[in-house]
């Protein structure tokens, strides 16, 4: 004798439809913008992600802390491939977070230069893989 259940098929489609329905009806949350692709292909990148919560307001807070210490922070200390850059720091939205990323970096190799310096200040820092169509919240 089976141990396992089966289920009707019947309530596969149920399951599917809801599920499919919930999707769809998905209204996007105000203040997030999703961008454009560029060519058809989604463009990829790479930030520094230092932290990660659901409280939007949190995020923003964060986010400004996360320029503040990277503008003041000596030249001498940061790595050598950003040392005279401006790097922005963004508050990303990915259900059910708001991840706070530094820097646009095209390869992970040089956001994994960034790294170390990140994590001296921010512990949970690790190098996040976007595309173009990742929301960024807007102010």
Same mark, same amino acid.
């Given at each position: ?34 961008p ?23 995020? &923003? ?8 210490w990277? /503008?003041? @922070?000596? %030249?001498? +200390? =940061? ?23 530094l820097g ?8 994994? &230069? ?9 512990? /949970?820092? @690790?190098? %996040?893989? +976007? =595309? ?8």
């Amino acid at each position: 004798m089976s141990t396992c259940q089966s289920i009707h098929p019947a309530t596969h489609v149920g399951l599917i439809l809801g599920l499919a329905l919930l999707i769809t009806s998905c209204a996007p949350m105000e203040g997030v913008v999703e961008p454009e692709e560029e060519d058809g292909e989604p463009e990829v990148y790479y930030r520094v992600q230092v932290h990660m919560t659901t409280d939007r307001s949190n995020a &923003e807070t964060v986010r400004s802390q996360v320029e503040a210490w990277w /503008d003041d @922070l000596p %030249a001498e +200390e =940061r790595p050598s491939s950003v040392a005279h850059e401006d790097l922005s720091a963004v508050v990303v939205w990915q259900q059910p977070y708001y991840r706070v990323r530094l820097g646009q970096f095209a390869s992970r190799e040089e956001a994994q &230069e960034l790294l170390p310096t990140a994590r001296d200040e921010f512990s /949970d820092a @690790l190098v %996040a893989r +976007e =595309r173009n169509t990742t929301p960024v919240a807007q102010d």
